[in-house]
């Protein structure tokens, strides 16, 4: 009987560091850093081209599509222009941002944040949209930006207490075909 309890840790080891070994991490297979969430959100930085920050200070600016794919997003309803530099056939995707209103005392509710590329008075993308969209843009032609759907938080209240608000940013994609 002592020789089974003398034996049953030493088997106990052997089947913990003599199993065949298991590759564990987020993404099996792909390894970068070597911590699975830093390999996991740097590629997801990956996949997502960096945006241009439309914000209150540069809305008055007209933000440059360039080769490639460029991507404009923004946590606030300002309007924006943008202007390609040379005339081609561009595919445009959107995602809508989202604004939660939340407290303590109350369910949360949600709001879409819409972006819509204009020229003139037409509608031409919006992220209303969830399929993928080709166009031809010119470039010296101005084009613009307009969001919709944010609220003002300070309008909404709980049990008689002020909400918080958090928004998460719309994104426009453009890719030159």
């Known amino acids: 009987m002592q020789k089974i309890h ?6 106990v080891l052997c089947l913990l560091f003599c199993s065949p ?6 993404i099996p297979g792909t ?5 699975p969430l830093a390999d996991a959100l740097l590629l997801g930085v990956l996949a997502n081209p960096p945006c241009q920050m439309l914000t209150s200070e540069n809305a008055n600016t007209t933000l440059t599509i360039g080769e490639g794919q460029t991507s ?4 606030q309803l300002v309007n924006g222009s943008i202007q390609v530099q040379t005339t081609a ?3 445009l995707s959107a995602t809508p941002g989202k604004q939660t209103l939340s407290s303590s005392r109350c369910n949360s509710t949600y709001f879409d944040f819409h972006i819509t590329l204009k020229e003139g008075n037409s509608d031409l ?5 969830p399929t993928q969209s080709q166009f031809t843009l010119e470039s010296g032609k101005r084009y613009d930006l307009a969001p919709t759907g944010l609220v003002d938080s300070s309008l909404y209240q709980c049990q008689g207490r002020p909400v918080s608000s958090s928004i998460t940013p719309y994104r426009i994609n453009f890719r030159k075909l």
Do not use: A, W
Request: net charge negative.
């Open 21 to 26: 070994e298991e590759e564990k991490g987020i």
């Open 72 to 75: 404009i997003c923004s946590t």
């Open 89 to 91: 056939v561009y595919q």
């Open 6 to 11: 003398f034996l049953f840790p030493f088997l």
């Open 125 to 129: 993308f919006s992220s209303g949209s």
């Open 31 to 35: 390894k970068i850093t070597g911590d």
